[in-house]
């Protein structure tokens, strides 16, 4: 790609530049926030690591929306995160104004962009941006499955001891409390993990995966995760940078997959230089169709609340 911008140059933002400039991803990086200095501030920083690091991706920042033009991908992080105790839901309000004129300014400047989401709840904002920009659901998807992915991995590779390397898991659906792991879909070198651990211990691992942001929110109280959230964004964006068609869980507009319409979760897709190109659809068992509808139902319920 020749161009990405950034909207929301904080925590996860200048993470997530760092990784993409570093990994040069994209020629141009443009970083975009609300506070004069902020984003230019960041940019400069992460350009002045260029030398040491060894890219030569160019880094910039603005406070003007226009600075996103001839974007190939907007990605958005721009809003506020959840506070312990909160849910992500319980932001909704809050950053449905920020991004109903992040969209708008998108539609306005980089009318042929994909747009990445991951500003929280990311499924009802995925939607919601789906919705108003009327693009196709190829160009318009979110992140949340492969972070939740990779944090049931590390919470395996911590039970078992064995290299994350050779950890493969996944999790499926809304990025809530109601997010469903699947370990029927996990494995080790190929191996499934109920050769390696007991039924109660996948129950826990599912649990903490379920409970991952709110853990290192409790601990760090001011802020939540961010560098495990740039690297997955990173990850999505590298399989659509190099064309790899990497199947990764992505937050995707269902059209009947899954047993929902008219709807954002995070399923299995393939990205590739299309964005987001097919979604897998899963035969899943009984309990596990289950568990994704409740999912969907919490968040259906988000949406009833923008309608
Ligand atoms: N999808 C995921 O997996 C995931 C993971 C982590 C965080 N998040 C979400 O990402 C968002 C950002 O989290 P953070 O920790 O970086 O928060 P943060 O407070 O550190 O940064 C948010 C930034 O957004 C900027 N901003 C606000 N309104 C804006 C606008 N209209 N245009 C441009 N910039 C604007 C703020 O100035 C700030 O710099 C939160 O909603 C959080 O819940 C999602």
């Known amino acids: 790609m020749k161009k990405i911008s950034i909207i929301g140059t904080g925590r996860v933002g200048e993470s997530t530049a760092q990784i993409l400039a570093k990994d040069e991803l994209c020629r141009e990086l443009m970083l975009i926030d609300i506070h004069e200095g902020e984003p230019q501030g960041v940019a400069l920083d992460i350009q002045e690591s260029a030398s040491l690091l060894r890219f030569d991706t160019r880094v910039n920042g603005a406070t003007d929306a226009a600075a996103m033009a001839g974007s190939d991908m907007v990605i958005v992080t721009a809003g506020f995160p959840r506070k312990p105790g909160m849910s992500r839901s319980d932001v909704l309000e809050t950053n449905l104004s920020i991004i109903d004129g992040i969209v708008a300014n998108t539609l306005k400047h980089a009318p042929d962009a994909m747009l990445l989401m991951v500003t929280n709840p990311v499924d009802v904002l995925t939607w919601y941006a789906w919705k108003k920009t009327g693009w196709p659901r190829q160009r318009v998807f979110g992140q949340s499955g492969a972070l939740d992915t990779a944090r049931m991995a590390s919470f395996i590779a911590l039970e078992t001891g064995y290299s994350i390397k050779d950890i493969s898991a996944l999790v499926l659906g809304g990025h809530g409390d109601a997010m469903v792991p699947l370990p029927r879909f996990t494995d080790i070198a190929g191996i499934n993990i109920e050769h390696f651990l007991s039924p109660e211990a996948i129950e826990l691992i599912g649990e903490r995966t379920r ?51 008219d709807i954002a979760m995070g399923v299995p897709a393939v990205l590739s230089e299309d964005g987001l190109e097919k979604i897998i659809q899963l035969n ?3 309990r596990e169709q289950a568990d994704f509808q409740r999912s969907a139902d919490r968040v259906r319920a988000d949406i009833n609340r923008l309608c």
């Open 211 to 261: 409970q991952g942001g709110a853990e290192i929110l409790e601990l760090k109280k001011h802020s939540s995760a961010y560098d495990s959230p740039a690297a997955a964004i990173a990850a999505m964006v590298d399989a659509i940078s190099h064309n790899r068609r990497r199947i990764l869980p992505c937050v995707s507009i269902l059209d009947g997959e899954y047993g929902q319409h």
């Open 284 to 286: 899943l068992n009984e």
